[in-house]
């Protein structure tokens, strides 16, 4: 028993040294190559879309996100880390219901955007999705009636015209009527 043992302990210190000795002989190397150090940039210091990228880890370590993460993902991030809120996702006003005259605004950069209703004071109801857009900002929750107004805040020249925007002579519906397919006239 004891012989075997002991055969055991050899043959598993013959396995381990040579891998133990290789790792130091690698992180040798490591060291000795210069890896280019590249500065984080912070929050303030990004300009442009070539700003949002990491300077990526260490050989042989795992990436955390703030070496690896790029693009809007990286802008989030490097926000949080000085306390900016970059996409805004703090949840609507739901202190009171929104009305035509004083509608709930709901920010977006893009062509439209959804917003859950939930009725006031907040989880009255079940989760209502409206869908706003550039053409049609104004929406109301069928469960609640509050008043929901997208206030778009995205870049200005993206090429969006009211006229020609859909560019098949598509209307708002405004009567019933309007629902009715042309080809049943
Ligand atoms: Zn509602």
Same mark, same amino acid.
């Given at each position: ?7 055991? !302990? #050899?043959?598993?210190? !013959?396995?381990?040294? *040579? ?26 210091? #990004? ?11 260490? *050989?042989?370590?795992? *990436?955390?996100?703030?070496? %690896? ?25 739901? &202190? ?5 005259? %004083? ?9 439209? %955007? ?31 009636? &509050? ?7 995205? *870049? %200005? ?19 019933? !009527? ?8």
């Amino acid at each position: 028993m004891f012989l075997q043992r002991s055969a055991v !302990a #050899i043959a598993r210190r !013959a396995a381990v040294a *040579p891998a133990a000795r290789r790792t130091l002989a690698t992180s040798a190397v490591r060291l000795e190559s210069k890896v280019p150090e590249t500065k984080i940039k912070s929050f303030k210091e #990004i300009k442009t879309a070539d700003d949002l990228f990491g300077p990526g880890a260490p *050989p042989g370590t795992v *990436p955390t996100d703030i070496e %690896q993460s790029t693009g809007l993902e990286r802008l989030e991030i490097l926000g949080k880390m000085e306390g900016v809120d970059v996409f805004d996702m703090r949840p609507l006003d739901a &202190s009171r219901l929104g009305t035509l005259a %004083q509608p709930v605004m709901v920010r977006s950069a893009g062509e439209e %955007q959804f917003a859950g209703c939930t009725g006031v004071p907040a989880d009255s109801h079940n989760v209502l999705w409206l869908r706003m857009t550039r053409d049609r900002p104004v929406e109301r929750c069928p469960e609640c009636g &509050s008043v929901y107004k997208m206030e778009y805040v995205g *870049p %200005q020249d993206d090429g969006h015209h009211h006229d020609d925007h859909h560019g098949h002579g598509w209307e708002e519906p405004k009567t019933m !009527a309007d629902f009715v397919k042309p080809e049943y006239y």
